[in-house]
């Protein structure tokens, strides 16, 4: 009796495990916009960070955290894309060029990726060999959701884009409301 209830208490905590890294987010169960108002922050004053390796697209006032959300990634989480096909998420401080509802993800805000620094590092590549001559840019990454009913993927920690960053469709809606086009977006590693 006593190993069921051990077994069983393990296999609540594994089963619960995607669940709890969300909680350990900044803010996480807090409406932005009430973040902001409460605050008395204007948007024009905030900025937003996706780190890779912590797997985190954050909302900052300065140095500090406002708010910040779990995302997965392309299937190469950590090196820098340098060509279309490579399953990299994008580094670099990137403009945002639009944002629209989108018929598999919700929402789409999309970036201006390539962008100078982009095409300075793909062609630096080229010429010391790293990829190939013929290899093609790539282009159209941005921040969106995930299929419905997939939101599991965010949680499950699945890296499953092209190369962009993906949230549950439940941040990516508050996040497109907060997001405006003149906005730039770093994305580190």
């Known amino acids: 009796m006593k190993y069921v209830v051990v077994m069983l208490s393990m296999i609540l905590l594994f089963s ?20 902001i108002r409460d605050k008395n922050l204007k948007k024009s004053e905030l900025s937003i960070e996706v780190s890779k390796s912590q797997y985190t697209l954050y909302i900052k006032h300065g140095n500090e955290i406002i ?16 060509m279309e096909g490579d399953g990299c998420t994008p580094e670099g401080r990137f403009r945002i060029r639009d944002k629209y509802p989108h018929r598999k993800w919700t929402y789409f805000i999309w970036l201006d990726y390539p962008n100078d620094e982009s095409r300075a590092k793909h062609q630096k590549a080229k010429r010391e060999g790293e990829i190939p001559q ?28 092209a190369g962009c960053v993906s949230l549950t469709n439940n ?19």
């Open 16 to 35: 619960c495990s995607g669940k709890e890294e969300v909680r350990q987010h900044v803010n996480y169960d807090i409406p932005l916009a009430e973040l």
């Open 67 to 82: 708010k910040s959300y779990p995302v997965v990634l392309g299937p190469d989480p950590v090196n820098d894309k340098r």
């Open 134 to 161: 013929d290899a093609e840019i790539g282009g159209e990454v941005g921040i969106h959701g995930v299929p419905e009913g997939c939101d599991n993927r965010i949680s499950d920690g699945k890296n499953w884009t």
């Open 171 to 189: 941040d990516i809606t508050e996040l497109y409301n907060f997001i405006e086009t003149d906005m730039t977006i770093l994305i580190t590693k």
